[in-house]
């Protein structure tokens, strides 16, 4: 039988948006609601108690709302609430790092693999100890980029300034012959032309967003939770507050508008 149960999707903010297009992407008939919380934006900078907190709310009301499966599109969240989320709901809840992990371990030729996150998730250790479970041998060089998500919300993804940052933030990672990257926000997709001019010749990234929307074909098959195969799945989105240039940053991260936007509280 045929589940056309919406699969649920949740960031801080509007940055998985970039997970949303992937899924589109890859399971073109599978319905999404999409919950960006813009009130309580950034998480990088807040307590776990607080992250789990906010994670467990935006669950229930993505449960609620009959959501077959929910993916914490947000690496801060899924660095510090995912095994919470797991333990507490009875639907499959898929983070956004151990995908990426996998993809990177199996990319990599040398076993030097670098990840560039928020503060929140580059302190986490959440990509190094994931990465370390698939190999032990891998090295792990972590540099946190927290000036890349004001960048992108501000739309400098392209010209000098983001350049340099990039040159500054991946300096190490270069020296060191780390030869696959690690997006770990969902931000830095958008920056991804930046951070590849930036990296050494021949280094992979690793779309953190791509890596997610192919688990959670995974998990649907493995449940039998696949969407009937014959028109294309809707986008319902909602947000804790819309925020300014609202569409213009919908558009950016989606790469469409989005027609369907509500406001809702969150307790």
Same mark, same amino acid.
């Given at each position: ?22 899924? @589109? ?15 309580? +934006? *950034?998480?990088?900078?807040? &307590?776990?108690?607080? $992250?789990?907190?906010? &994670? ?6 993505? #449960? ?5 499966? $929910? ?8 660095? @510090? ?7 507490? %709901?009875?639907?499959?809840? =898929?983070?956004?790092? @151990? ?16 990840? $560039? ?6 302190? #986490? ?13 891998? =090295? ?7 000036? %890349? ?39 830095? *997709?958008?920056?991804?032309?930046? =951070? @590849?001019? #930036? ?6 990234? =690793?779309?953190?967003?791509?890596? +997610? ?42 790469? #469409? ?7 809702? &509280?969150?307790?």
């Amino acid at each position: 039988m045929a589940d056309n149960r919406p699969i649920g999707v949740f960031d801080s903010g509007l940055g998985g948006l970039t997970v949303v297009k992937a899924l @589109q992407n890859l399971l073109p008939s599978e319905s999404i609601m999409y919950l960006g919380d813009t009130a309580r +934006v *950034p998480y990088g900078n807040k &307590s776990k108690k607080l $992250i789990e907190s906010y &994670s467990t709310q935006i669950t229930t009301f993505l #449960s609620e709302k009959g959501c077959k499966a $929910i993916v914490v599109a947000c690496n801060t969240a899924s660095s @510090q609430a995912l095994d919470v989320l797991q333990d507490e %709901f009875s639907i499959p809840v =898929i983070g956004v790092i @151990q995908p990426g992990a996998r993809m990177a371990v199996n990319t990599s030729e040398n076993g030097h693999i670098g990840v $560039i996150g928020t503060v929140a998730t580059i302190e #986490s250790n959440a990509y190094q100890n994931a990465l370390e479970e698939h190999n032990k041998n891998i =090295i792990v060089l972590n540099q946190p980029c927290p000036l %890349f998500v004001p960048l992108v919300e501000e739309g400098w993804i392209t010209g000098d300034v983001p350049k340099l940052v990039a040159d500054t933030y991946l300096k190490g990672m270069n020296a060191d012959g780390v030869d696959t990257i690690i997006l770990g926000c969902t931000h830095y *997709p958008l920056l991804k032309d930046i =951070i @590849q001019s #930036s990296a050494t010749n021949g280094t992979g990234l =690793i779309d953190s967003a791509e890596a +997610v929307a192919m688990e959670v074909e995974r998990v649907l098959s493995n449940n039998d939770l696949f969407a009937e195969n014959k028109t294309a799945g809707s986008l319902d989105c909602y947000v804790t507050d819309v925020p300014l240039r609202f569409e213009g940053l919908a558009r950016q991260f989606l790469g #469409s508008n989005i027609e369907h936007v509500s406001t809702i &509280s969150l307790h």
